[in-house]
């Protein structure tokens, strides 16, 4: 149990509906009704219970909903301040020490929110440009408060990414661990998102930014079409990819022609034998790493395909690859081949 002001979240929220009653329920003029709500509920002398549990609430993976969504949190924190903050001092004298934890977990989080590009934005110009703004900066930060700036950049920093890393490995989330070092990015766009928020206070205080759910719906439904569409899209492809085939086979023979018929105007009959037998080795060779290669892409898209990854992107991926290996091999191929040409055009050779 806490006897402190928690600002509840959205979801999983479990009341007695007398005490909401008491309550007056939610308040419809903020944005953010749930902090509110913790924060009434402190405030009448009840107490917050934690359940070790888990909500499987869809997270917001669209740019633009996510800082609508947050925008909206954000101006709800700064309405639920200003709201229990009317009388500040009778405040403090009631609640002391639980007050104080009001103004850090809801007034000076908001704040921070909103001053972070700036602090970022002094800490790179001070190591990035210091003969030009290295005194001024060092004259607003004393030695004490440089150093508890500093301590708080290295070891807060470091306890808020080694926290979100114990939260992934808790839940058996081994492969979000790497995404923790993109955390500043998410810091930055929260930023973003109070900037938003602190205008829409002042223009547009009670407007409720909609959450946009259902992402993972729209996802599998594309799913399925695909699906649905797979046999018509393979046809397709297929008649398209064996007609380029087609097309390049035909390209590659008379353009090998005109190469050779063209050697043989330009060369006597030793030197183009000599080139002939270069090109022989290297389709050869060709012959033996194609084969190689192929056996090891096959392999490679049984065992994808068994462990259950998308076998689609893995041809995708591979063909695109192959296709940048095959036009490197033809350029070395035609490079190894043209030394003759080039001594014949600058007339070292007859």
Known sequence: MAGTVIPLGGTSNHFKTKKLKNLHGWDPFNVTEDCDLGARLFKKGYKTALLDSTTYEEANSRIISWIKQRSRWIKGYIQTYLVHMRDPIKFHREFGLQALIFQLVVGARMTFILINPILWLATISYFALYQFVGPTIESLYPTPVFYIAVTSLVFGNF?????????????????LIKWVFLIPLYWLMTSIAAIVAFYQLIVAPHFWEKTEHGLHLSVKAKQKEAIRLLPRLALSDAVFGGSVLIFASIAANFSNFLYNAYLGRSVDLS??????????????????????????SYKTAYLLGKFGYTVSDFWAKTQKVSWLYRSWQTFLMKLTLFPSYFLHRFGYLP
């Open 271 to 296: 030197q183009f034998g000599t080139v002939a037998l270069i090109g022989n080795i290297f389709t050869l060779v060709g012959v033996i790493t194609t084969a190689l290669g192929r056996t090891v």
């Open 159 to 175: 306890i808020y990414f080694y926290n979100y890393m114990i939260g992934c490995a808790k839940k058996g989330q081994w492969s």
